[in-house]
């Protein structure tokens, strides 16, 4: 079965500075990783996603996420973080054959001026 | 373009009162459909799932009870809320079949209080 672990449950980063956000997955095979963002009181929104291919992708609002199988990983990145970034973020993990998706467990981005 | 509508968007309902939200999809046909719940400050709890209509199957056992009565339809309910059913609910859809490179698209949520 599949599994998703986000360490970090807060990080805070100053407005204008880099972010990396932390995910690793468990699955025997390639998995499909996604990666969403939740707003106060809103549904989640799909950033990005990778199936195959190209490792490193590219999705909505500047953010960017690399796939490492030799680190089980799928970080996500930033280079720049604007006010409007605070917000949750969860990775979550699918495979061919399965209904669900398997979601971490989020990590809540606080951006300082 | 595919669309999700939920509602309502909050509720506020007292201890041993019935419950029952609404999600409809539109613009596809035979999609997944998907009842997540996030309770304050954790993460999301998959409640039920539909692959089809009539067919539910159940994540968690608990207080409440799922129905797909159509194709782009899907109804949480409960005889008899508790305290515990609070929370923040997230109805999902994403294609059918079991490519699991489909991605999930939420709707925007349903607070529920109860008092």
């Known amino acids: 079965a599949q599994s998703v672990t986000q360490p970090d449950i807060h990080i805070t ?12 997955y468990s699955y025997g ?12 009181g809103q549904g989640l929104q799909l950033l990005l996603k990778y199936f195959s291919g190209d490792t490193l992708v590219q999705g909505i609002k500047g953010f960017e996420a690399e796939f490492k199988r030799s680190q089980s990983s799928f970080n996500l990145r930033k280079p720049s973080v604007h006010w409007s970034d605070a917000a949750e973020y969860f990775c979550a993990v699918g495979a061919t ?9 989020g990590t809540r981005l606080l951006v300082s001026p | 373009s595919q669309t999700i509508h939920q509602w309502p968007a909050t509720l506020v309902q007292p201890v041993g009162s019935p419950l029952s939200l609404e999600c409809t999809v539109e613009g596809t046909s035979n999609p997944n459909l998907y009842w997540y719940r996030q309770a304050a400050g954790r ?17 968690v056992p608990q207080n409440l009870s799922a129905s797909r009565p159509q194709d782009r339809q899907f109804i949480l309910s409960s005889k008899k809320l508790l305290l515990s059913d609070s929370g923040f609910y997230l109805c999902a859809w ?18 529920l209080t109860v008092t």
């Open chain 1, 29 to 40: 095979a390639t998995p499909y990783l996604f990666w969403y963002v939740q707003s106060p």
């Open chain 1, 13 to 24: 980063v100053s407005e204008g500075a880099s972010l990396e956000l932390r995910c690793n």
């Open chain 2, 94 to 111: 994403r294609a059918g079949g079991t490519q699991g490179n489909s991605p999930l698209h939420f709707g925007n949520g349903t607070r």
């Open chain 1, 97 to 105: 054959g399965f209904q669900k998706l398997v979601f971490g467990t």
């Open chain 2, 43 to 59: 993460g999301l709890q998959l409640l039920f799932y539909s692959v089809g209509i009539g067919q539910i199957s159940s994540e």
